[in-house]
């Protein structure tokens, strides 16, 4: 099967940065997109910034100019910066990758989650 393994989140005072990281393991036998989604206490899930095989990259509107998304294909790990964080920010976010496995289903995995919080 595929796991994400997370890194990064915690704690910042707005106007700081973060680094989130994910790396993809197991029997994959082509990674399709790889991408950061959040969720806020009473809010729906979201895209936050997506990656794809091509180099194309989606950002929600409210973190264009703040965030920043890289994929390292070397190592299946995917990157998000986040600079210049806002109160609003704060959510759980979570690693997704849209894969090829080896039982050749295309399907989505998610990870765990980390919690980032951004005070005033």
């Known amino acids: 099967q595929v796991q994400l393994v997370e890194s990064g989140g915690g704690l910042v005072q707005a106007g700081g940065s973060l680094r989130l990281s994910c790396a993809a393991s197991?029997?994959?036998?082509?990674?399709?997109?790889m991408g950061w989604y959040r969720q806020a206490p009473g809010s729906q899930r979201e895209l936050v910034a997506d990656?794809?095989?091509?180099?194309?990259?989606n950002y929600a509107d409210s973190v264009k100019g703040r965030f920043t998304i890289s994929r390292d294909y070397d190592k299946n790990t995917v990157s998000l910066q986040m600079d210049s964080l806002k109160p609003e920010d704060t959510a759980v976010y979570y690693c997704n990758t849209n894969v090829l496995n080896s039982a050749w289903k295309i399907q989505n995995y998610w990870g765990q989650g980390t919690q980032v919080t951004v005070s005033s």
């Open positions: 197991g029997r994959i036998v082509g990674i399709r997109s």
């Open positions: 990656t794809t095989r091509g180099g194309g990259t």
